[in-house]
């Protein structure tokens, strides 16, 4: 059966220091995945999604940066944080006639 | 563009109280309809989908109906139970790939 981690499942950062959150999907071979940010209280936001090894579209601009170094392995960074990237950031993948799959989800508070 | 607009909360019932949670979209096409649920500290589950006008997704007592004429997607649950509270996201997506969701609505359900 397909599965998708995430990890760490929380995270404190102080402004500036670099940040990596992974994401890997099991049981299934060339999904599209995907970052959502939601802030406190509101909805979720879009960031990042990938088609493919290195294909990767960004939806807003800001601190943050994707990359997919292997098939089912997506990774969101940030070289310096900043406080307004706090959160709650989900991965997810998609299934065609099924929609979205999340991961447990990585909160992270920058302090 | 595509967007969907759901009823704010927090929305508080009794327990075995009947739940309406609002939810109308705006695309072009002929989207696909989904509700999730998003319990404390967790991340998102579908809870249920429909893919074409006047069809109803259906789980765990939750329903839903997809009404093109009203461009509606509206949850009803009969009967609430505490285990119920939770944060509602009312979705679409035309191709399984990228999802736009809403706010999200948060359900108290009190004993």
């Known amino acids: 059966s397909q599965t998708i981690h995430q990890w760490p499942a929380t995270l404190v950062q102080p402004v500036g220091s670099p940040l990596s959150l992974e994401c890997t999907v099991e049981g299934t071979s060339n999904p599209n995945l995907y970052w959502y940010r939601q802030a406190a209280g509101r909805g979720l936001q879009l960031l990042f999604y990938?088609?493919?090894?290195?294909?990767i579209s960004s939806e807003v601009p800001q601190n943050l940066s994707a990359s997919r170094p292997q098939d089912r392995q997506f990774i969101l960074s940030s070289k310096k944080l900043l406080l307004s990237d706090s959160g709650f950031y989900l991965c997810?993948?998609?299934?065609?006639?099924?929609?979205?799959?999340f991961g447990s989800g990585t909160r992270l508070t920058v302090v | 563009g595509d967007s969907v607009t759901q009823m704010e909360g927090p929305v508080t019932l009794s327990e075995e109280a009947f739940l309406t949670i609002n939810c109308t979209y705006t695309?072009?096409?002929?989207?696909?309809l989904f509700w999730y649920v998003q319990y404390p500290g967790e991340g998102l589950q579908l809870l249920l989908k429909a893919t074409k006008a006047d069809d109803k997704g259906s789980n765990k007592g939750f329903e839903a109906t997809y009404r093109k004429e009203t461009t509606s997607f509206h949850l009803e649950k009969g009967s609430v139970q505490v285990s119920d509270s939770a944060v509602y996201f009312c979705a679409l997506s035309k191709n399984f790939n990228k999802f736009y969701f809403g706010s999200g609505t948060k359900l108290n359900v009190k004993p």
């Open positions: 990938s088609v493919g090894i290195g294909q």
């Open positions: 695309a072009t096409g002929y989207p696909s």
């Open positions: 997810a993948w998609s299934q065609p006639n099924y929609g979205y799959t």
